[in-house]
């Protein structure tokens, strides 16, 4: 299957800080990129969905000043957690689809990253 | 909305068992239905996707069915082996988005 790189895998940061992750689509155009969070026991939840070129849709709670996202290429997203605290602490997933191939094709998610905010 | 529940939460099982896990959703309206395997600290490994046309799929010892009409799919895990470990989630997807289920945290004692 295709192959979704998610990096860094683990990140650790003080309060306040910013952290960026980086969602790159290896061996196909990503043309559509999620992002999505997962807390401890519980369900991944959709936090924004990213079109190559465009501005990301959030979803209802998700503050999108809070969690940029840019999609700036066919292959990258990128999610910026700005002024992190501890409840941001948490573990983000992307995944990316080329939805010009069609509305049924495969999901492929990233390897996930661990944030925690100290 | 939709709602996707997974039972049982966590199961048990000794090496070499047949086993079931259950995924259901509320609103039958779905594109497709992907079963996907998540390890500790990990990231999502697709394993089987169903479109909302089909029955069932199956790959290896996997097999997976899709009843959409009655909002339900299993996941068949035939003669399962320690390395089945892991967490278990379905995913259903009415539109861009997938909505997915809290998981089925599966233990295989060797």
């Known amino acids: 299957g295709a192959v979704v790189s998610q990096h860094p895998s683990r990140v650790i940061c003080k309060s306040g800080t910013s952290v960026k992750i980086e969602c790159r689509s290896l061996d196909f155009q990503a043309t559509t990129m999620f992002w999505y969070r997962q807390f401890p026991k519980q369900s991944l939840m959709l936090m924004a969905t990213s079109n190559e070129g465009s501005k990301a849709t959030y979803e209802q709670g998700v503050e999108k000043d809070k969690f940029l996202i840019n999609h700036a290429s066919l292959t990258l997203s990128t999610l910026t957690v700005t002024s992190a605290h501890p409840e941001d602490s948490s573990f983000y997933i992307c995944?990316?689809?080329?939805?010009?191939?069609?509305?049924?094709?495969?999901?492929?998610f990233g390897q996930g990253t661990r944030l925690t905010v100290v | 909305k939709q709602e996707v529940t997974q039972i049982p939460a966590a199961l048990s099982v000794p090496e070499g068992e047949n086993l079931v896990l259950n995924c259901s959703f509320t609103d039958s309206a779905i594109y497709n239905l992907q079963w996907f395997r998540q390890d500790p600290g990990k990231g999502l490994t697709s394993l089987l996707l169903i479109q909302s046309s089909q029955r069932e799929q199956t790959s290896g010892r996997l097999n997976a069915s899709l009843d959409k009409s009655s909002g339900r799919s299993t996941l068949y895990i035939a003669a399962s082996q320690p390395g089945d470990s892991a967490t278990y989630l379905c995913?259903?997807?009415?539109?861009?988005?997938?909505?997915f289920g809290t998981g089925t945290s599966l233990t295989v004692i060797p």
């Open positions: 995913a259903v997807r009415p539109g861009n988005q997938f909505y």
């Open positions: 995944s990316a689809r080329d939805l010009l191939i069609g509305w049924d094709t495969e999901a492929f």
